[in-house]
């Protein structure tokens, strides 16, 4: 038998950084996000010769193991073996012989939640064949608790939760890692008017959003007023959006997006740079009415909202920093496993 699961990656368009611990815990989080059909993918064959083998397509990494119990965390497709790990100490209690491979429609550090995706992935592979009883919630709840507790990676809880459930969510973080997720029934043609004018810019760059996401989490701790304001205001950003989708006012996301973009940059430094400011600089020259840096921030993905068939005019103006617009639609259907 082969076991595979795809789970699909995310566009944040509210709310981004406010459902990273402390801010969440002390004055609780809101992010608005929406799934795509860009996907993390995993397979797992089971083999009866006592061996593991984890392969990454996207890094070109492979590695052999005896089976163990605990594979040893050493910087080397830690993701593939943090999860394993958890899986034989929560479910099996014994080692298990199999060939676990992976692959991402989205580079590692782009800003559309590929690590956490992948987690969501490679964990439905694994109930799918063990036949884990594991709920929307628990799903999410044990790749958060993968990446963020026992692999101790710097990071937020949406990403997790929008890949289980799919489709466009208004999220609630409260404190003890409480997390509520509201499905939102947006018109098609709402969401068909979104994808549209919504363009989708991958910059040819890539950050490690642990660094950002740490001096996020120090300033909170600090008490730095500059930086909790700026989360207030991003949390707003996320309760106007939910609004506005909701009831059609299309043509205000841009100004939604450009409010949160605004304060998103007062939240921790090198979330912008002036690769970054350029690029937005030119795209609103060019017609758009407001974007943000998809993620943590520092380079990956950037997302302009394009009104009036302006869209066009915005891609051909981002062609001179070398990037590329990346065509998508949105999707509703989170994690998906499936047995041959």
Sequence with gaps: MIYRSKAPLRLGLGGGGTDVAPYSDLFGGAILNATINLYAYATIIPRDDGKIVLHSWDKNERYEFDSIEELPINGELDLLRGIYNRVVKDYTGKALSFELSTRVDAPPGSGLGTSSTLVVAILGAFAEW??????????????????????????GKQDQYAATFGGVNYMEFEKDDKVIVNPLRIRPDYLNELAFNLVLYYTETSRLSSKIIEAQSKNVNDKNEKSIEAMH??????????ETLLQGNIDKIGKILDFGWQHKKQMAAGITNQ??????????????????????????????????????????????FGGDAKRYEFVNVGLSTWSL
Excluded: H, T, W
Excluded at 137 to 149: C, G, Q, S
Excluded at 233 to 238: F, I, V
């Design 233 to 242: 205001k991003l949390k707003e950003q996320a309760k106007r959006m939910k």
């Design 130 to 155: 063990l036949k884990l009883p594991l709920g929307e919630y628990d799903m999410a709840r044990l790749a958060y608790e993968v990446e963020r507790v026992d692999l101790n990676m710097a990071g």
């Design 275 to 320: 690769l970054i400011d350029d690029i937005y600089s030119a795209a609103i020259s060019a017609g758009a009415s407001g974007g943000k840096i998809s993620g943590a921030g520092g380079g990956g993905f950037m997302i302009f909202y394009c009104p009036n068939n302006s869209r066009n005019n915005v891609i051909k103006a981002l062609k001179k």
